[in-house]
């Protein structure tokens, strides 16, 4: 499957993102998605997983109750909804879809075997 992630941009502390990810050439149903994030000098880090149904969704402490994600299977499209938004959440921020249906979701990013191009994030203080 191939991935476009788009959405990114610059925002002030506080403030809200949504970013978007288009999958294309295979069924979208059939993997769960994630997203991951990578700050400068940083490893890219998991942020948020959810499943090929969208009933199971599981979130990086950092991020939880701030950051929502969902998807619409018939636009082949997954959203990270970003709120309250701090400046350590700045990062590229990557979509991936993991193929393997497992009931569990990953936070590892092994599992993943497509990934888009990122996207910047910058928050400013």
């Known amino acids: 499957v191939q991935l476009q992630a788009s959405g990114g941009g610059l925002v002030q502390a506080g403030g809200s993102l949504r970013l978007s990810c288009a999958a294309s050439?295979?069924?979208?149903?059939?993997?769960?998605m994630g997203w991951f994030r990578q700050a400068p000098g940083k490893e890219r880090e998991f942020a948020a997983a959810i499943s090929w149904s969208g009933g199971s969704t599981s979130y990086a402490d950092p991020v939880k109750g701030r950051f929502t994600i969902s998807r619409d299977n018939a636009k082949n499209t997954v959203y990270l909804q970003m709120n309250s938004l701090k400046p350590e959440d700045t990062a590229v921020y990557y979509c991936?879809?993991?193929?393997?249906?497992?009931?569990?979701?990953?936070?590892?990013?092994?599992?993943?075997?497509?990934w888009g191009q990122g996207t910047q994030v910058t928050v400013s203080s």
């Open positions: 050439g295979r069924t979208f149903s059939n993997y769960h």
């Open positions: 991936a879809a993991d193929p393997t249906t497992y009931k569990v979701l990953s936070a590892t990013d092994s599992r993943y075997n497509s």
